[in-house]
T-cell receptor, first 110, second 111 residues
Framework: DGGITQSPKYLFRKEGQNVTLSCEQN?????MYWYRQDPGQGLRLIYY???????QKGDIAEGYSVSREKKESFPLTVTSAQKNPTAFYLC?????????FGPGTRLTVL | SQQGEEDPQALSIQEGENATMNCSYK?????LQWYRQNSGRGLVHLIL?????REKHSGRLRVTLDTSKKSSSLLITASRAADTASYFC???????????FGTGTRLTVIP
């Protein structure tokens, strides 16, 4: 899991609530990414950021929001607009081509 | 979608045997990467092969790339129980900065 931390490991949310997932890296990487993984599936890109104060939507950005105020941090907010938020969320960072992943946060909506 | 497809979806072998996983993709690429994921954990980068390369080795791993067929294979030789995991290919399409992941192959190595 390298120098990327995600918290919490498990998160439970009631329907209609927003929730923020934390991602911090100490690898001095410029680029950071958020992915969603559903059971038995590959990863789908939610948002990515190539540089501080800039971020771009990925394939499935609807219902999610991010910020990149510091190089080390890229928090993801899952809003109440996300219709099916229960999933495993993975954060990653990269310097050039290889991506380094955090351990993931498993979000369950009750 | 630019997502790739791995084949087979699941593979079960005896310890010591070789495991081969295949990946097909749809667009021209800059490079193709293979990642490993243990159950419930993050992904770990294994190997990267560029579009102008045909074969690459790293320890017990051998990756091939056929850009004319838009396919790649990952061979793990002399498998160990600790190799049990899901393996994903991911491509960086030409002109893109992001990775597009395949659906993964679940490998089980039986001791």
């Amino acid at each position: 899991d390298g120098g990327i931390t995600q918290s919490p490991k498990y998160l439970f949310r009631k329907e209609g609530q927003n929730v923020t997932l934390s991602c911090e890296q100490n690898l001095n990487h410029d680029a950071m990414y958020w992915y969603r993984q559903d059971p038995g599936q590959g990863l789908r890109l939610i948002y990515y950021s190539q540089i501080v104060n800039d971020f771009q939507k990925g394939d499935i950005a609807e219902g999610y929001s991010v910020s990149r105020e510091k190089k080390e941090s890229f928090p993801l907010t899952v809003t109440s607009a996300q219709k099916n938020p229960t999933a495993f969320y993975l954060c990653a960072s990269s310097r050039v081509e290889e991506q380094f992943f955090g351990p993931g946060t498993r979000l369950t909506v009750l | 979608s630019q997502q790739g497809e791995e084949d087979p979806q699941a593979l079960s072998i005896q310890e010591g045997e070789n495991a081969t996983m295949n990946c097909s993709y749809k667009t021209s690429i800059n490079n193709l990467q293979w990642y490993r994921q243990n159950s419930g954990r993050g992904l770990v980068h294994l190997i990267l092969i560029r579009s102008n390369e045909r074969e690459k080795h790293s320890g017990r791993l051998r990756v091939t790339l056929d850009t004319s067929k838009k396919s790649s294979s990952l061979l793990i030789t002399a498998s160990r129980a600790a190799d049990t995991a899901s393996y994903f290919c991911a491509t960086v399409p030409t002109g893109a900065n992001n990775l597009f992941f395949g659906t993964g192959t679940r490998l089980t190595v039986i001791p």
